[in-house]
């Protein structure tokens, strides 16, 4: 996912990620810094756990290392393919989006 996805907060003092002469910090890293109360390494990443980048409430941020950040991507990419198969397969059998069956 590209940075063009997320929300940047303008730092003036951060030099961290500057873009058209302003300087920004990425606004989930920055509300995930400031609930642990520490500056976040640069081997820290933040995962949106409902997957939407413009989600940066803290309670959708999830602190990882960066093996762990990828295994979760690669994780949900997995789960998000499985899912378009089995609704593939119900409209195949003809389940649509029926939940109930007459015996």
Same mark, same amino acid.
């Given at each position: ?5 997320? !929300?940047? !907060?303008? /730092? ?14 990425? #606004?989930? /890293?920055? *509300?995930?810094?400031? /609930? #642990?109360? /520490? ?6 990443? !933040? ?7 413009? $989600? $940066? ?6 602190? *990882? $290392? ?7 991507? @690669?994780?949900? @990419?997995?789960?998000? #393919? ?5 609704? @593939? ?15």
């Amino acid at each position: 996912m590209s940075k063009a996805n997320f !929300v940047g !907060v303008l /730092r003036s003092h951060d030099k961290s990620m500057c873009i058209d002469g302003g300087c920004y910090v990425l #606004e989930h /890293r920055l *509300v995930v810094a400031m /609930r #642990e109360k /520490r500056c976040l390494l640069p081997t820290e990443h !933040v995962h949106h756990i409902d997957l939407n980048p413009k $989600n $940066n409430s803290s309670d959708n941020l999830l602190l *990882v $290392n960066s093996w762990t950040h990828c295994l979760i991507t @690669k994780l949900e @990419k997995i789960i998000k #393919e499985k899912d378009i198969e089995i609704k @593939k397969l119900k409209e195949i059998v003809g389940l649509g989006t029926c939940s109930t069956y007459n015996t």
